[in-house]
């Protein structure tokens, strides 16, 4: 590659956002498509395209699960944590792209109003747990008050040291009572964090997403991973172990952790369980995290996000 070439890869990068990105699916939905005047050619990676084939059979998958669901009755809660742009939002999307909405919720509450603020900390999140049949998704949780609260004052190391002791109690108690728990934490590198936010500053689609706590996340950076490490010690437990998505790259970690869970549940008309198998590579145990933020704590350059 000659100089001219680098910089015009550098302006196209520092552009980015001139460009127009097809809306998922219309690749594959396009690529029969026969020649015409009314047709224009566009070229994408090939990885792409199989990108959204893997995609749609999964969605498909989805789809008879949650059918399953609805017909015994079976109650799925789904919570969603990360550092934020780790990609939490884009993975739940892809999610619930084709199921029914009559039996799928995302709940992503904003900070608690005055009346909230005196109540049981646990008590606005019971009332959306999932009914028989149901999805549910928790785009962020009652976790906020193991890493996001502490971290930026937003409540006491008494609070928080409460909460971590009193959770894995209550998230027994969810467990027993027949509620399919799954616990996903989204790693995102400190660089590729950095670069989504320029991402969301500078595309007006995404700015939607941007909120005062980001400015801090990176400041703060080797606060939050002792919050996390604190968090995955006092509440990674056999009966609601945390699952971690690594989600450098966004496309594999949708398309892994729905693997992951499409490979834990029963379900009419599964696919043969060795094409649901999750690359580990992405998808990583709480115990494995948990002994690999214990050898590097000292070293913080060398831990996951």
């Known amino acids: 590659m000659g100089n001219g070439d680098k910089k015009d890869k550098k302006s196209k990068h520092q552009k980015g956002h001139d460009e127009t990105r097809l809306q998922e699916l219309t690749a594959l939905r396009n690529m029969d498509a026969k020649q015409s005047k009314e047709r224009t050619a566009i070229w994408i990676k090939n990885w792409h395209l199989a990108y959204e084939f893997e995609l749609r059979r999964l969605q498909v998958e989805l789809m008879k699960l949650q059918q399953s669901l609805k017909e015994d009755g079976t109650r799925l809660l789904m919570i969603f944590e990360g550092r934020d742009a780790a990609g939490k939002g884009g993975t739940i999307k892809r999610f ?11 709940v992503a509450l904003v900070k ?90 500078e595309d007006p689609l995404k700015q939607y997403k941007l909120s005062p706590v980001d400015n801090f996340a990176q400041k703060y950076w080797d606060q939050y991973s002792l919050r996390k490490f604190q968090m995955l010690q006092e509440t990674n437990r056999t009966m609601a172990p945390w699952t971690i998505i690594r989600s450098d790259n966004k496309k594999l970690a949708r398309i892994n952790c729905i693997k992951f869970v499409l490979s834990q549940l029963d379900y009419e008309g599964k696919l043969p369980e060795k094409e649901l198998i999750p690359n580990p590579e992405i998808v990583v145990t709480g115990i494995d995290e948990l002994k690999h933020m214990e050898e590097h704590l000292m070293n913080p350059d060398k831990l996951y996000g």
């Open 96 to 106: 619930i792209a084709h199921l029914n909405p009559r039996n799928t919720r995302v």
């Open 112 to 201: 608690p109003n005055e009346t909230e603020g005196t109540q049981w900390y646990f008590q606005r999140y019971i009332s959306h747990l999932p009914s028989a049949g149901e999805i549910v998704f928790f785009d962020r949780s009652w976790y906020n008050r193991a890493m996001v609260e502490p971290v930026m004052g937003f409540c006491t190391d008494e609070q928080n040291k409460r909460f971590l002791k009193d959770v894995p109690l209550l998230e027994e108690l969810i467990v027993k009572d027949g509620i399919k728990l799954f616990k996903f934490y989204f790693s995102v590198s400190k660089e590729v964090q950095k670069d989504r936010f320029e991402s969301r500053r």
